[in-house]
Nanobody, 125 residues
Framework: QLQLVESGGGLVQPGGSLRLSCAAS????????IGWFRQAPGKEREGVSC????????YYADSVKGRFTISRDNAKNTAYLQMNSLKPEDTAVYYC??????????????????WGQGIQVTVSS
């Protein structure tokens, strides 16, 4: 059974950093694109970043470019989202997801097939 589990969330002050992890089980993460998404209270889920399975190509939402970095370690069956220079508006539940492809359209339309349960990230002083 395909399962994704996020970890690494929590409370951080503005300007701080967090690294989210997405551990996969039941399948080989190396064959799948991985996306990170987030949903703030009262808002729709939005795409943050994704990384392809083939050439490592990455896409980012404009709101996180230059601050967030997506990566993957296929040997550990885990993907990561390094978040730096965090802002209060980054506060949300963050989800990782797997799909066959990572494209800017699939990221923008939140079109990924398999999802983790989500983890809270709160940026506040």
């Amino acid at each position: 059974q395909l399962q994704l589990v996020e970890s690494g969330g929590g409370l951080v002050q503005p300007g701080g950093s967090l690294r989210l992890s997405c551990a996969a089980s039941g399948f080989n993460l190396g064959y799948y694109a991985i996306g990170w998404f987030r949903q703030a209270p009262g808002k729709e889920r939005e795409g943050v970043s994704c990384i392809s399975s083939t050439d490592g190509r990455t896409y980012y939402a404009d709101s996180v470019k230059g601050r967030f970095t997506i990566s993957r370690d296929n040997a550990k069956n885990t993907a990561y989202l390094q978040m730096n220079s965090l802002k209060p508006e980054d506060t949300a539940v963050y989800y990782c997801a797997a799909d066959l492809l990572c494209t800017i359209v699939k990221l923008a339309t939140v079109d990924f097939g398999s999802w983790g349960q989500g983890i809270q990230v709160t940026v506040s002083s």
